[in-house]
């Protein structure tokens, strides 16, 4: 299976608000929607609206959510013979979206905070065998850190040994990651905060992006991907730094941009395309995901992705 997606699936219970709450402060919000989502479902549907056959692994609640999650995955062509149905509830982010499409998010694990070693055992880690003439590259295990530590780093480990390339979305973001875990990792793809959190330095713009990066690279991760937003993003190798502008769009709502950006660059880097390629396609489908409301509906098809460039660089 060419993408293979370790990780969270939630339903996102979306409230419109005229402006993000501070500490304490009531507000009437001006709507309210329940989206299927979760990082690592988001990502799963990305990849597979992009055309690359995609299998989720991880769990759900036995309540009506966990039904709703499988069912939405199943729609936009995922694989999720290998999702569990845990008793008990599945897990839900209650979020908050502005009018500008800035948002806060708060998680409640649910049957995601029950994945261990025994998910990661079921992980089909094999390489994909493809159609040489037009993919080449092995299969990519793509991960985030909204499922327990110890199963993204058995996974990790598991894929390595097995020659899948290995992408991790360090979200939500910890300082304690331990230094051995940056070498299992071949692409290693956080936010502007996350890059913050991870390292200890600030992150506010390319310069700081790029030196973020490169100590992450430093660790020992072949490739990082730092995301900035309407800044676009920085990219560091042990042999060269580059910056790829971001697209410009009138965002409605920016929940999933960055689980569209990593579905994107998971399918970009499976096809084959260089890595300056591949992020700049990936910030299209970013681009193209933060124009639309919720998260899982807002992840484009690869016809739109393929007009939006043609349109944008053209």
């Known amino acids: 299976m060419p993408i293979i997606v370790f990780g969270s699936l939630n339903m996102d219970l979306v409230a419109q608000v005229p402006h993000l709450p ?6 009437l919000g001006t709507g309210f929607t329940t989206v299927p989502g979760g990082k690592g479902a988001n990502q799963a549907v990305a990849a597979a609206r992009l055309g690359a056959p995609t299998t989720m692994v991880g769990r759900v609640g036995d309540d009506g959510f966990g039904a709703l999650l499988c ?13 569990l149905v845990d008793a008990g509830p599945s897990g839900v982010a209650l979020i908050n979206v502005d009018g500008a499409g800035e948002n806060q998010i708060v998680v409640v694990p649910g049957a995601n905070g029950h994945v261990d070693g025994t998910d990661g055992a079921r ?6 065998v493809v159609e040489p003439s037009q993919f080449s590259d092995p299969s990519i295990l793509l991960m985030q850190w909204e499922i327990p530590w110890g199963a993204v780093q058995a996974a990790a480990a598991q894929a390595q040994e097995n020659g899948v390339r290995v992408m991790v979305d360090p979200a939500p973001a910890r300082s304690d990651v331990p230094r051995d875990f940056y070498g299992l990792v071949d692409i290693l793809t956080p936010n502007q905060s996350e890059a913050a959190q991870l390292t200890g330095l600030p992150v506010h713009d390319v310069a700081t992006a790029q030196a973020a990066a490169q100590e992450l690279c430093h660790r020992g991760t072949a490739t990082v991907i730092v995301k900035l937003g309407g800044q676009g993003a920085v990219v560091a190798t042990p042999s060269e730094v580059f910056h790829v502008p971001a697209f410009s769009v009138d965002a409605v709502d920016t929940v999933a941009a960055g689980d569209a950006f990593n ?7 499976w096809e084959g395309k260089p890595l300056r390629r591949a992020v700049e396609w990936a910030s299209a489908v970013a681009a193209l995901s933060v124009m639309t409301a919720g998260a899982q509906p807002s992840m484009p098809t690869r016809q739109q992705v393929e007009a939006f460039l043609h349109s944008h660089l053209s």
């Open 71 to 83: 069912e939405s995955l199943r729609r936009s062509g995922v694989n999720t013979d290998l999702v």
């Open 22 to 27: 501070q500490a304490g402060e009531t507000l």
């Open 263 to 269: 579905g994107g660059l998971a399918v970009a880097l």
């Open 123 to 128: 992980l089909p880690l094999t390489v994909a």
